[in-house]
């Protein structure tokens, strides 16, 4: 089992940052992948991004390249998020999400074990 603790959320005007970070614990040798996804009130829950646990390739969703930017400390076991230049439509609870597989988890299906979520809102 893995267990995923985010922290960093809260409120900030747009065009603000933030930076948000996802402890890991447990059989996290396990993991291929390690990253997040968002959830806006009433819509899906969507891909962010993800980063490959041994190489550190970097996924993200169109939406917010240039903007957000994951990274990974290894002999922390933690996956940061960096988040630049944010806009309203970010608000959202975002969730660390990792995967045991071998494809990039852009989707929830493919993800094995979830955080509780943090949210973040950003003001206009």
């Known amino acids: 089992q893995v267990q995923l603790v985010e922290s960093g959320g809260g409120l900030v005007q747009a065009g603000g940052s933030l930076r948000l970070s996802c402890a890991a614990s447990?059989?996290?040798?396990?993991?291929?992948?390690v990253g997040w996804f968002r959830q806006a009130p009433g819509k899906e829950r969507e891909f962010v991004t993800t980063?490959?646990?041994?190489?550190?390739?970097?996924y993200y969703a169109d939406s917010v390249k240039g903007r957000f930017t994951i990274s990974r400390d290894n002999a922390k076991n933690t996956v940061y998020l960096q988040m630049n230049s944010l806009k309203p439509e970010d608000t959202a609870i975002y969730y660390c999400?990792?995967?045991?597989?071998?494809?990039?988890?852009?989707?929830?299906?493919?993800?094995?074990?979830w955080g509780k979520g943090t949210l973040v809102t950003v003001s206009s």
């Open positions: 447990g059989h996290t040798s396990l993991l291929t992948y």
């Open positions: 999400a990792s995967s045991r597989r071998i494809g990039v988890p852009r989707d929830s299906s493919a993800i094995d074990y």
């Open positions: 980063i490959k646990w041994n190489t550190g390739r970097t």
